[in-house]
């Protein structure tokens, strides 16, 4: 005969494993496919996403690409195999993915594009979660307008060849620039969003414009870009922010640095704080909701008189 108390004790354990089991059950499953590791910016998006996954409770399953759109087509793959709740996919250049991303929709598992598009049929993916890159470009062209009474030669470091990133802030920084005939972009060229890409192409900038005398300034689509060309302006014996203007894209904690050294002149924020949006996203689309197709997140412009300030509190 079972006693009271073993009855008790068996009842008690049936009822925490069964609070564990519907735990587990509440709990989502969430694929994140992230691009790399190639800026600052890009480790603060990770580690943001990652954080923001941790204090909801989901289980995230993390692939870092390495900057190779095959990566991430087999890391989707993997993530549908497994069966995922959702996918981010934060994808490194914009053509080729409707093969895979047809396949995440036959599963009957939603995408979210974090931080950059795809050039695809929007029925493809649930959102995109993202600044808008081509006002971001155009911004920096504006900025860069009023600071020279529209009168430049500009030479400009781009993203990764083929990201929406790079394309739309090439579009938008074009557009504005293309209101002032004296404003004109002499040399552009891929530093492929990293701080050594981006030395590297200055360098031969320089090197093709008389030692950089016959360069206004430079327009970088990131931060990490214009921390490079920093270096090889300095490293040319000219004085960056002020022989050479500098402008740029993500405000990540080493460029308010930069500014308020007197190295740089403006950044335009890119918020890498996407995970909440597309996290809700997810379950907005699970519980039947409509969701709109771009989810915008831009941010403003900096100068150097915060520059000191934003630093201190980003840098924490």
Not at 31 to 37: A, D, E, L, T
């Amino acid at each position: 005969m079972v006693s009271l108390k073993k009855l008790a004790v068996s009842t008690a354990a049936l009822g925490v494993a069964l609070g564990l089991s519907f735990a587990a059950q509440a709990e989502m499953m969430i694929g994140f496919s992230q691009i790399g590791s190639e800026s600052g910016w890009r480790t603060s998006e990770t580690a943001s996403i990652k954080a923001e996954a941790e204090k909801r409770g989901i289980d995230l399953k993390f692939s870092d690409a390495q900057q190779k759109q095959e990566n991430q087509i087999k890391a989707v793959r993997s993530f549908i195999a497994q069966g995922v709740d959702g996918i981010l996919l934060a994808p490194v250049v914009e053509t080729g993915w409707d093969q895979v991303l047809k396949e995440a929709k036959d599963a009957g598992i939603p995408v979210v594009l974090v931080d950059r598009g795809v050039a695809a049929d929007e029925d493809l993916y649930l959102t995109k979660v993202a600044s808008d890159f081509v006002v971001e470009g155009a911004l920096a062209a504006a900025w860069l307008a009023a600071e020279t009474n529209g009168v430049c030669d500009v030479v400009e470091l781009q993203g990764t060849v083929g990201s929406s990133a790079a394309n739309d802030r090439k579009e938008g920084f074009e557009s504005v620039v293309g209101n002032f005939p004296a404003i004109n972009i002499i040399r552009s060229q891929s530093g492929d969003f990293t701080r050594s890409g981006g030395k590297e192409v200055m360098e031969s900038f320089l090197k093709a414009e008389d030692g950089g005398k016959n360069i206004c300034a430079v327009y970088a689509h990131n931060d990490d870009m214009a921390l490079g060309a920093v270096q090889a302006i300095k490293e040319a014996g000219l004085d960056p922010a002020d022989d050479i203007l500098v402008v740029s894209i993500d405000a990540v904690p080493d460029i308010f640095k930069a500014m308020a050294d007197g190295d740089t002149n403006a950044t335009i924020e890119l918020n890498p704080h996407l995970g909440a949006p597309s996290f809700d996203a997810i379950k907005a689309a699970m519980a039947g909701e409509e969701v709109p197709k771009w989810i915008k997140a831009n941010g403003p412009l900096y100068l150097p008189a915060t520059a000191a300030e934003e630093y201190k509190m980003r840098s924490k």
